[in-house]
Structure formats: structure tokens, C-alpha cells
T-cell receptor, first 116, second 110 residues
Framework: EAGVAQSPRYKIIEKRQSVAFWCNPISGHATLYWYQQILGQGPKLLIQFQNNGVVDDSQLPKDRFSAERLKGVDSTLKIQPAKLEDSAVYLC??????????????FGSGTQLSVL | GDSVTQMEGPVTLSEEAFLTINCTYTATGYPSLFWYVQYPGEGLQLLLKATKADDKGSNKGFEATYRKETTSFHLEKGSVQVSDSAVYFCALRQNNDMRFGAGTRLTVKP
């Protein structure tokens, strides 16, 4: 089966510019997650969708970050304007059944963002 | 809130050495516990999991036992290979919330 697809693979921008990342989860997976992984740290949840609704966005810096999942399938994460501290790998993950707490997440390869 | 603490790296071992990566957790309820692995240039993938106390997860020669009394989920492998070089993440999941440790980089030298 096809995995979680993310693009672009790498992005370099200057501070105050805007950037967008795209994710296509595994077909049929109801839940989609965006994580931020800063170098040397574990992934930190930014936002979680169930179908096209937001389940948890408590750690999303809403003054500059936004995300949407139209039609409950693919998703975009946007940063506007970017700051130096946004340099990180942005990971998208999906899972089939949001009610199954022992279910694993499937991760994409991530987008590595460098803000100069 | 819930959290995971794992031993700091990097860890460098020779091939066929014994591996232990410590992981402890803090949680109010009864989370499921996971080890994820990230090979160079790839996304995170599940290595093993355990869903209740005393469960042992195992995969590819790796093992970890869910110890409720010590709130631990240490990862072990009896004989590591060069191909095991990767970053290992301990994680817990409760309800819909998945929390990760900071990761431990393992390098295995021939």
C-alpha cells in the first residue's frame, strides 16, 4: 500500500517569508497529524485532524501557523511569516481508527525547513 | 501532563554488542507504549509496542517490556548490527495524544 506522501522534501526560505507543506495520508485513514521535529528533539504535535475536523490544535502557534484538511483527505500546513526558530522537520502522520489508542501512526518522510 | 524521558545519546556500539536504551514515562492513566525508529533519510516507523502492564513487544530482535511498577519501557537487543544504526524514539499514547521522547541516536560500527 502507498505510504504517507509529503512534499516538498526540502525548503529553504528567508525569515518573514511564507511557506506551505502538503501531505497526502494513506487512503482511508481518518486521522491526520502534523508534527514539528526540531533538531535533537522528539516530534511535537502541532495539529490533529479527524476527517476534516480539528481534534487538537492546542500547540499550534496560531498567529503564524495554519492548517486545513479540506474534504478530509490531503492537508496543507502553512507558516506565515516564518521565523528562524521554525527551522525543523515537519512530519505528517496518519492512522486508521482514532478510537484505537494502541494503533500505530504511519509517518511520511517529512519536509525539512530551513529559515535563514 | 503525560511525558516520556529517554536516555540521551549518542550511543556507539560495536557490532554484536548488547543494546539497552532506557525509557521512562509519566502518565495519569494507562497509556500504550511504543518504540519508533528513524533510519537515515526515512520517516519514523513503528518498531514495537505494548498496550498493557507486563506486555512484551518484540520485533527484529528488539524487545521492550511494559513495566508499570517502574513506569519504564526499556529497549533491548542482544546483538546489534550495523543496519540498526538509526534514531530510536520512545512514545506513549493515551486517548488521541501521542507523546515522543527526544530520541536516542545509535551508531553501530563493524
Amino acid at each position: 500500500e502507498a505510504g504517507v506522501a509529503q512534499s516538498p522534501r526540502y525548503k529553504i526560505i528567508e525569515k518573514r517569508q511564507s511557506v506551505a507543506f502538503w501531505c497526502n495520508p494513506i487512503s482511508g485513514h481518518a486521522t491526520l497529524y502534523w508534527y514539528q521535529q526540531i533538531l535533537g528533539q522528539g516530534p511535537k504535535l502541532l495539529i490533529q485532524f479527524q476527517n476534516n475536523g480539528v481534534v487538537d490544535d492546542s500547540q499550534l502557534p496560531k498567529d503564524r501557523f495554519s492548517a486545513e484538511r479540506l474534504k478530509g483527505v490531503d492537508s496543507t500546513l502553512k507558516i506565515q511569516p516564518a521565523k528562524l526558530e521554525d527551522s525543523a522537520v515537519y512530519l505528517c502522520a496518519s492512522s486508521l481508527d482514532p478510537a484505537a489508542t494502541n494503533e500505530k501512526l504511519f509517518f511520511g518522510s517529512g519536509t525539512q525547513l530551513s529559515v535563514l | 501532563g503525560d511525558s516520556v524521558t529517554q536516555m540521551e545519546g549518542p550511543v556507539t556500539l560495536s557490532e554484536e554488542a548488547f543494546l539497552t536504551i532506557n525509557c521512562t514515562y509519566t502518565a495519569t492513566g494507562y497509556p500504550s507504549l511504543f518504540w519508533y525508529v528513524q533510519y537515515p533519510g526515512e520517516g519514523l516507523q513503528l518498531l514495537l509496542k505494548a498496550t498493557k502492564a507486563d506486555d512484551k513487544g518484540s520485533n527484529k530482535g528488539f524487545e521492550a517490556t511494559y513495566r508499570k511498577e517502574t513506569t519504564s519501557f526499556h529497549l533491548e537487543k542482544g546483538s546489534v548490527q550495523v543496519s540498526d544504526s538509526a534514531v530510536y524514539f520512545c512514545a506513549l499514547r493515551q486517548n488521541n495524544d501521542m507523546r515522543f521522547g527526544a530520541g536516542t541516536r545509535l551508531t553501530v560500527k563493524p
